[in-house]
């Protein structure tokens, strides 16, 4: 039968991955709003707290690499005091990727650094908690991320990892993801980003809502799921 040969099986699967990003993207939707609605009083507070603890802006924009390697501007609670240096993040993630036997993540957890002194008070809480991270729904929003997915990396960061992990790139980047509610703090760069391409590999729905239900106690237990 002609359902049988490689063009229709072939067909049959682009149609059902094209249906499963439709769904993807509608939940993505529906379910950012409603957060966004309900933790509008939080965000609010974190805005202010913020915005009366340093000079600078509320949110901060970074950009990142989104799916098939398009830039995107993220969002985030400013967590930094205003002109800090990315330098000393640059070559922690670049010893992450490059040592031998690098580390795994500490208290702060995968690609922070300990004790950062760039960090505000106020920020360090934000981090802590993960509220720095809610801004990024308007993202979701916008379509630039999904709510779950592999960590959106900066360019150089992409760069860094190489052609082994072009397929993080497949699919959007996520609000949380695999990594995150898999033992971040006792995991090493190369480990959390395996999880990332595994990620890849089982995506649907249902492993999304998996995911987003272990990231609630990863959250409230653990310091965040960053």
């Known amino acids: 039968m002609l359902e049988s040969t490689p063009f229709f099986n072939a067909r049959n699967r682009s149609e059902s991955a094209s249906g499963r990003l439709i769904g993807k993207r509608a939940f993505d939707l529906v379910l950012a709003v409603i957060l966004l609605c309900l933790l509008l009083p939080l965000l609010v507070v974190s805005a202010l707290l913020v915005r009366i603890t340093s000079p600078g ?8 690499v989104g799916r098939f390697g398009r830039p995107f501007v993220m969002y985030k609670f400013r967590t930094m005091y205003e002109g800090s240096s990315d330098g000393i993040h ?6 992450l ?17 300990e004790a950062d002194p760039r960090v505000t008070r106020v920020g360090g809480l934000l981090r802590r908690t993960s509220l720095d991270e809610l801004p990024q729904l308007l993202n979701v929003v916008r379509g630039d991320m999904s709510l779950v997915g ?12 190489g052609a082994a992990h072009e397929r993080r790139l497949l699919v959007p980047p996520g609000l949380t993801g695999l990594w995150q509610v898999s033992g971040r703090n006792f995991l090493t760069m190369r480990e959390g980003l395996a999880l990332d391409l595994e990620y890849v590999r089982r995506q ?12 609630v106690p990863v959250v409230l237990f653990s310091g965040g799921a960053r």
């Open 90 to 95: 640059r070559a922690y993630v670049s010893k």
């Open 97 to 113: 990727l490059t040592d031998e036997n690098p580390p795994a993540g500490g208290e702060s957890g995968l690609f922070k650094l």
């Open 204 to 215: 649907g729905f249902w492993f999304d809502l998996v995911i987003l239900l272990k990231t």
């Open 57 to 64: 802006p509320v949110l901060f924009r970074q950009v990142r």
């Open 150 to 161: 592999p960590r959106p990396a900066l360019p150089w960061e992409v760069e860094l990892m």
